[in-house]
């Protein structure tokens, strides 16, 4: 029985959410950023174990397969860019996961699983490699 009193999920009440890239990152290349809120409690659960390469690679057939259970923000950055968003864009839904993921030409995982949903979220975007973290108000 779903409760609807309490529904599930958590909505994000970021103040603003700041992207920088590294003026070296990406070997020199634009990288590829998704901003990922998944509202299915089962599609957060695939979706988390995903590295970076396999989320591009499916993105097109999970929008597809699962119409209104995510909301994707994509972002191309060049290097030494910085982009802040504000917070209201990601407030709407309850989400089950919140990822931050990067399509950096390394291989690697690229992909962050964000824990906070207040204040002020920044994503330092580096060489080869990136880190999410959070400030409260």
């Known amino acids: 029985v779903k409760s609807t009193l309490f529904p599930p999920g958590v909505k994000p009440d970021w103040d603003q959410v700041s992207l920088t890239t590294a003026a070296d990152s990406n070997r020199d290349f634009p990288v590829a950023v998704d901003i990922v809120l998944v509202m299915d409690e089962a599609l957060a659960r695939k979706i988390s174990t995903m590295k970076a390469a396999d989320w591009f690679a499916a993105r097109a057939g999970l929008i597809k397969a699962n119409p209104g259970d995510l909301d994707i923000e994509s972002l191309e950055l060049v290097p030494g860019a910085t ?52 400030s409260e108000k």
Do not use: C, Q, W
């Open 83 to 134: 982009i802040t968003l504000p917070g209201k864009r990601f407030a709407e839904k309850r989400v089950f996961l919140a990822v931050i993921v990067a399509d950096y030409l390394t291989s690697g995982e690229h992909n962050v699983r964000v824990d906070t949903f207040k204040g002020k979220l920044s994503v330092e975007l580096g060489a080869a490699e990136f880190s999410v973290s959070a």
